[in-house]
């Protein structure tokens, strides 16, 4: 039998799912500050986008979402905006922050649309137990530290951009930060204080506080400590 909703509870719906839309208009933002060489900026308009990517899951979960309005797909919506915001988007910033010589750039970039492309395709992207397996796409983050905190030299941003093209289809096991359940009051902390640090490392850039700099060191850092342990210590 057919269930039927209330006015309300498909207005409800149909607000997560246009709440979740908004985020292809910060990640238009972040395009157009790119393209004038605002990366702080672009910056700023990708963590917004984050921000709403991060939220509207579980809005969706609370409002039943995908019974509610079972002819619209919240996660083709999701698809969309993730590949622009962390693929698409980050790509042409790292392209053109003068990171590396222009056609090395060019490389790069062909090299992270590429995998990413293939890497969404795959089964298995997020495991039963939600785990992200293999490098996410989550090359905005890459771009964030090229950018601001590693000043490595051109063939150093290369070789570091090649390895985590490579480790998108190694079965490493990241954190999914709202949804993973292992050590998961840690990993909400350490996402609190990631979001923090970036965001208030790219408000008062170039002169920011010391501790938002090791505030983003931190928070690297345990992420890729739980990477390890969750791949090669724990076996669920």
């Not at 309005?69 to 790292?94: C, E, N, R, T």
């Not at 530290?145 to 190694?170: D, E, N, R, S």
Request: glycine share 6%; charged share 10%; hydrophobic share 55%.
């Amino acid at each position: 039998m057919k269930t039927t909703y209330s006015i309300s509870t498909r207005l409800k719906a149909w607000l997560v799912h246009w709440f979740t839309a908004t985020g292809i208009i910060t990640v238009f933002m972040a395009l157009v500050e790119a393209g004038a060489a605002d990366f702080r900026a672009a910056m700023l308009w990708l963590l917004a986008a984050q921000l709403i990517d991060g939220v509207d899951g579980t809005l969706a979960r609370r409002y039943q979402v995908e019974k509610v309005l079972p002819q619209m797909s919240g996660k083709s919506i999701d698809f969309v905006i993730d590949f622009a915001g962390y693929a698409i988007v980050p790509a042409f910033m790292i392209y053109k922050a003068d990171l590396m010589p222009d056609a090395l750039s060019l490389s790069m970039a062909f090299l992270i649309l590429l995998t990413s492309a293939i890497y969404y395709g795959k089964s298995g992207m997020i495991s039963d137990n939600h785990y992200f397996v293999g490098f996410p796409v989550m090359w905005n983050m890459v771009a964030f530290y090229l950018i601001f905190i590693f000043p490595f030299p051109p063939y150093g941003h290369a070789a570091l951009i090649t390895v985590l093209a490579a480790l998108q289809f190694v079965p490493i096991k990241f954190a999914y930060p709202s949804r993973t359940r292992r050590w998961r009051p840690a990993t909400l902390l350490f996402t609190v204080v990631f979001v923090l640090s970036v965001t208030g490392l790219l408000w008062w850039y170039p002169d920011y506080p010391a501790i938002l700099y090791w505030g983003t060191l931190f928070s690297l850092g345990y992420f890729a400590v739980f990477a390890v342990v969750a791949t090669f210590v724990y076996k669920d």
